[in-house]
Each structure stands twice: as C-alpha cells, then as structure tokens.
C-alpha cells in the first residue's frame, strides 16, 4: 500500500513539475512577445522630465473622468513606455536605475487613487492590459508591495465580467487574466482560460464573431469591424498560439489553421497588400491619427508563421511587405465580403474596395465616445483607391464628409447629428459576383438619411475599373446630388483633358464643361463620354477635435494639400415626378459613368480602351472589356442585353452575371444573386439554350457560383 501511495505520489509531483516547467517556457515566451513593441525614447525622456513628485504629470486632467475625457489614459501610456524602455537592451535607458525609481514613483501614484474611467473599456482591459505586462517585464524590479497592489486592478479584466462578451471583447479580457495567471503561477486557472481562448477561434456568422466569409462583426449590428476589433481578436489569439506552442497547452491544428485562414484571407484582405489599412473598413477609428508605418498584422503573422507550416509561402510575403523586404505582392485577387457586403480588388500596383449595406446588415457603427460623428455615408458605395497606401493618410480632420470617395450623396448646408449615424439599410439588392480573379458590384442604392437613390456599379479588370450610375433621384427640392469620384491627398499636379486641349490646373475650385479626363498623383479618370465635372486642388483646414471630441484629441488648426473630383447632378436630377409616390415614374433617367486607371501617365489617357458600356439604365448596366473576352452586367430587374453579335442574355430574375469568352464563344458563367431570395438563377443565351444554376443559400447566400459553358 505504500509502495502505491509513494508511486501517486511521485506521479502527482512529476506532473506538477511538467506543468511549472510549461507554465515557465510559456512565461519565458509571453515576456518575449510583449517586449517586442517598440521602443520610444524621446517619450520616456520627457516623461522622466516632466513627473512630479508625488508621481503624476502636470499636464493631465486627473479630476476628468468622463466618457470623452480620462486624461489618465497618458499616465498608463507613459508608464508602459517607460518599462518597455528599461527591458529593452536597444534603449538607452535600459536598466537606468533612475527610470526604475520614476516607474515605481508613477505606479505609487496610481495604486493611491485606483483611477475608475466612465468608459468601462479602460476599467476591464486598458488598465488591467497594461499593468500585467509592466508586471510581467518588471517583475523583479517593482516594490513587492506595488506588485500586490496593482493585483486588484489586473484582476478587474475577467472571463466573469459581463464585458467578456463573445468573441473579440473575451478573447481580449481573458487574455489580461491568463497573463496575469502566468504571472502569480497559477496553473490549474491559466488551463481554464487557455481553453476558453481556444474555444472562440471558431466561425460565428450571424453573431459576434468570425463570419464564414472570414470577415468580423463585433456587434449584432453585423457591420464590418474586421481592422478594428477583428485584428485585436486576431493578435491575441495569434499571440496564445505563439506562447503555448510546444507545450501540453499547445492549440489543435485545426485551430491553427483556421486562424491562419482568417488572418490571410480576412485580414489581409481588407488591407492594402497586407500592409495598410483599408480606408473603406474603417468605422469611428478613421478619425484617429495614425502613422504610416503601423503594420498591425506583422507580429500575429510572425506568430502565425513559427506556429504551422500550414500557408507557409503566403504568409512569408505578407511579412517581407510588411518590412519592406518586397515592394510588391505576387498575389491579385477579387473577393466579396457577403456576410459585411464589402468587395475589395489587388492587382500588384493597387488595391481598391467597395463599402456597402443592405437589409441584411446596417451601414456603420455608432458613433461610440464622440468618434466618427460624421460617418453616415461612408458606407453608400464607398471606394478608396491605394496605389502607396498612404493616399489618405490623417486626411481627416480637412475631409469634406459628404464626398466619400464612390458615394453619392444630397449635398446639404451641414451634416447631420451624430446620433443619426447608424441606420438600417432600405435596399436587398446589394452584392457581386466574382470568380476570385476579376468581379462586378452592383448596389441598388437608397439612402437611409436622405432617401435619394441610385443604381450603381463596379466593373474591375486587370488595369482600370469602371464605374457607372443609374436612376439618380431625389425628393429634396433646395439641396444638388453629387457623385465624388476621389478625394484623397494633393500630391501633384491636377491634369485636364477637354477637347484637343491639356490642362495644368492652378490651385483652387473649378468646374470644367466637357472633360475628357481627369489626371492626378499617377491616377487617371476617364469619362467615356465627355462631362461636367467640378475639381478642388487646394489647402483645406481643420482640427482633429472637430471630428473626434475626445480630450485627447488636438485642438490645433490642421491644413493638408486636398484633391477632389466630383459630379454635380443638380436638384432632383429625375425631373419633376417624385419617385417615391406610388404609380410615378422618373421623368428621366440620370446616369453617370467614369473609368478609373491606378497607374498610368497622360500619354495612355489618350488612347482608346478596350472597354464598351453595352448598357447604363436602371434595369441593366453592362460592360464588356475587349481585350480580356469578359463581359459584366448587373441585373436589377429580369432582362436582355446584347453581349456580342448574334449573342443575347436574358436573365428572368434580378442578378449580377460574369462572363468570360473565347472566338466569341460564352466560355464560362459566374452569377450570383444580390437580393438572396432566389435558390436557382435561370439565364437564356440568344433565345436558344436555356441554363439553370442552383444558388448557395443559407450563410452562403450571395456568394458566386462559377460553371463551364458546355
């Protein structure tokens, strides 16, 4: 018997040492990890220059607890910027003794008064966030008793905390607590949260979550927060991945995979190259000021990359772009976003996307802590064009908000209040087809604030876009529609072609009759049929605390050099009849159509493209490009159009059709239908062969299909 005891007893003890000498390989990892965030010593200095004595700093408001306020976010800052310092051997501060006094000074200050922010996410994750890791890398070199104090503040970030919500928010907080398990060497609870943070890699569509098309909602909103929330769920959980590899605690395969699935064909997806983020994606963040070296997804990659073997190659060039090892990525791509209604394009010289909304989903978040107050239509059909990726970098505070690059909007004296930000969207006709390569978008659009409405579309190929609009109209009697073709950075000279005559445009407001094109920053904007276009090339002013009221936010007066090309329509476009009374139709039909050209030079402007608009009406918009034997065409209603000579389509249901073509031969058919509502799509080719294609449904409803023409 005690041969069997001593045996337990042994196995018992054998076992707890495996799992410390995990728990010290994963505590070795984590600290790893966290001091790879870089490093500021200009800060530190002058952090370390202006503390007082009793641990604060001068400049901030420690009596503002608000929403908009909580100054005291800068006093965690500093401390996690001091600390990082003092860990990192590449600092000049490394180990400097008096930096070690002013942490614990400022960390003193702190654990006397246990600042408690109106705004819980400073409560549950910022503070709790920060402190674990100053704890974590400065283990050793805090007072014992600060260690204990700041022990209640960590512990705040709770997988019990009803802020733990699915998803992004526990993944996040429940990182905070394992860390800080690791910390204390707490085994038995790290397990615990480790397989909770396993547990929500996982698809979620229709919920908060991961969607099944590798996009992310944070809320039952079910808009696109994938940038913002969904590279925070991303990085922790890449991060996990990294730190218990190797382990008992080591993530599945399947685990892994996915990640790496959602990492590469979400996140990088949504990012220009992989690199920069997509304007378009951007919800109250965009009115937060950035640098254009912020790489988010290069550390989770890294991660990613040591973890698996699984999409080795991909994920390595994401890396080497993101530390500019490469100038240029390999990969071009079409993919629609069915679950968030966002289409995006790469090609190895640009990047281009289309924001949208539908019945099935709302248009943008709400205007959370007096962020993004002026974001109602940047979901309207929005497209942002990257060829650098900076093209739109800190733009915002100068940014005329009812000219949303893609959109068309009713230009009125002011915006509207912030609360009406968030809407639900009138229309169920939203989506694209796309076989992976090349795609067409088609948004039968109605405004949710103004109520004006308007077809339109995107046609992509491999050098140029092109976009077209239909059945433009408006019930507002005192206020013009206009469709902003870009408004981005004026980063050279604005070049316009009208007649046999080239024009350098000097600085200021113009409107120009009978433009044949339009040239900017190695952009080009064709207008197949010569129009009336309005150009502003000038200095614009303004302050990032106009667009986000926080107490953080700068004060100071901005001015930025700003290019903006649109198409005035005028009041009520359509004529006359409204179109929102019953049995009215629209006196005429108002369209607008324009190619955009990332990369080119004047001198291309002038020749002939090989594209043809076939159609450009509210029941059929179609293009065909020449060249490449592919035809595009978005039904908004059952229909015929002439493709080629002897070659109708008719579709007998709404739909959005690709065709690719050989010796003017339909070679293959991509659909897709953008209302949902459909199970099968019925396509008619000259009257003669009648064609039925079965529909995705269920979470896949909208995506493409793609069949042989037999």
Same mark, same amino acid.
Request: proline letters at 3%; one cysteine or more; hydrophobic letters at 35%.
């Given at each position: ?12 003890? !054998? ?7 995990? /728990? ?9 990890? /966290? ?43 500093? /401390? ?12 000049? *501060?490394?180990?400097?003794? +008096? ?26 994750? %910022? ?22 104090? /700041? ?83 991303? &990085? ?33 997806? &949504? ?60 990969? !071009? ?11 995006? %394009? &790469? ?9 949208? *909304? ?59 209040? !912030? ?41 992509? *190929? ?11 109209? !408006? ?51 064709? %207008? ?75 001198? &291309? ?29 978005? *039904? ?40 949902? +509502? ?33």
């Amino acid at each position: 018997m005690k041969i069997i005891l001593s045996m337990i007893f042994c196995f018992a003890m !054998s076992t707890l040492v495996f799992a410390q000498n995990d /728990l010290q390989v994963i505590k070795t990892n984590l600290i790893k990890e /966290l001091l790879r965030s870089d490093i500021n010593d200009s800060l530190v200095e002058q952090a370390m220059s202006t503390i007082k004595d009793d641990g604060s700093w001068p400049e901030i408001n420690y009596k503002d607890l608000s929403l908009t306020g909580y100054q005291h976010s800068i006093h965690v800052e500093n /401390l996690e910027s001091m600390a990082l310092a003092y860990c990192n051997n590449k600092s000049k *501060f490394y180990k400097d003794q +008096k930096l070690k006094i002013t942490i614990n000074k400022a960390l003193k200050f702190w654990c006397e008064y246990n600042f408690i922010s109106a705004n819980w996410w400073y409560n549950i994750v %910022f503070t709790p966030r920060t402190f674990v890791k100053i704890s974590l890398i400065m283990e050793k070199d805090i007072d014992p008793d600060i260690l204990k104090k /700041l022990q209640p503040m960590i512990k705040r970030a709770s997988k019990d905390d009803r802020w733990a919500r699915q998803s992004a928010d526990r993944v996040k907080i429940c990182s905070i607590e394992a860390q800080n398990y690791i910390l204390i060497g707490d085994e038995e609870n790290f397990s615990q949260l480790i397989d909770i943070i396993q547990d929500q890699i996982k698809l979620m569509t229709g919920f908060r979550g991961m969607q099944c098309d590798f996009s992310f909602h944070h809320r039952v909103h079910r808009v696109n927060n994938t940038v913002s929330y969904g590279s925070g769920y991303g &990085q922790n959980c890449a991060l996990w991945a990294a730190c218990v590899a190797g382990t008992k605690y080591a993530f599945s395969e399947e685990k892994i995979k996915l990640l790496v699935d959602y990492h590469l064909d979400g996140l990088c997806k &949504q990012k220009v190259y992989g690199k920069y983020d997509d304007k378009g994606v951007a919800n109250r963040d965009i009115t937060r000021k950035e640098t254009a070296s912020a790489h988010s997804l290069l550390i989770p990659l890294e991660n990613l990359y040591e973890a698996s073997d699984y999409r080795k190659n991909e994920i390595k060039e994401i890396i080497d772009l993101c530390k500019g090892k490469i100038d240029k990525p390999t990969l !071009s791509f079409a993919k629609f976003f069915w679950q968030s209604e966002h289409f995006v %394009f &790469q090609r190895p010289d640009f990047y281009t996307s289309v924001r949208m *909304f539908s019945t099935r989903n709302r248009n943008m978040e709400l205007a959370h802590n007096s962020e993004g107050i002026f974001n109602h239509y940047k979901s309207d059909g929005a497209n942002h064009l990257a060829v650098k990726g900076d093209e739109y970098l800190n733009i915002w505070p100068v940014y005329d908000w009812q000219k949303i690059p893609g959109t068309t909007v009713l230009q009125k004296p002011k915006m509207p209040s !912030s609360n009406e930000v968030l809407q639900d969207g009138l229309t169920d006709f939203v989506g694209a087809a796309t076989d992976g390569l090349y795609g067409v978008v088609g948004f039968d659009f109605i405004s949710p604030h103004d109520f004006i409405r308007v077809k339109k579309s995107w046609f992509f *190929f491999d050098d140029e876009y092109v976009c077209l609009g239909a059945g433009i109209a !408006s019930n507002d009697f005192n206020n013009p529609i206009a469709t902003t073709i870009n408004q981005s950075l004026l980063r050279s000279d604005v070049i316009v072609s009208r007649a046999n005559e080239q024009t350098k445009i000097e600085p200021g407001d113009h409107h120009i009759d009978q433009t044949k094109w339009v040239f900017h920053n190695g952009i080009g904007y064709i %207008f197949p049929e010569p129009a009336n276009i309005n150009l502003s090339n000038k200095t614009e002013s303004g302050r990032w605390y106009d667009i986000n009221k926080q107490s953080s936010s700068s004060k100071e007066l901005v001015e930025k050099d700003v290019f903006k090309l649109w198409i005035n329509h005028g009041k009520r476009p359509q004529g006359e009849n409204l179109w929102l009374y019953p049995g009215k139709m629209d006196t005429k039909d108002v369209t607008y159509q324009y190619i955009v050209v990332p990369v080119t030079i004047p001198k &291309q402007l002038n020749t002939e493209r090989p594209i043809e608009t076939l159609s450009n009406n509210s029941q059929i918009q179609c293009v065909k490009h020449t060249s490449l034997g592919i035809v595009q065409a978005v *039904f908004y209603t059952s229909g015929t159009i002439t493709i080629a000579k002897a070659i109708d389509i008719t579709l007998d249901s709404p739909g959005i059709v690709m065709l690719k073509m050989k010796n003017n031969k339909i070679d293959q058919i991509t659909v897709s239908d953008p209302t949902r +509502k459909l199970s099968r799509l019925h396509m008619s080719i000259s009257g003669e062969k009648d064609i039925a294609i079965d529909l995705p449904q269920g979470d896949y409803a909208g995506t493409s299909v793609t069949i042989e023409n037999q």
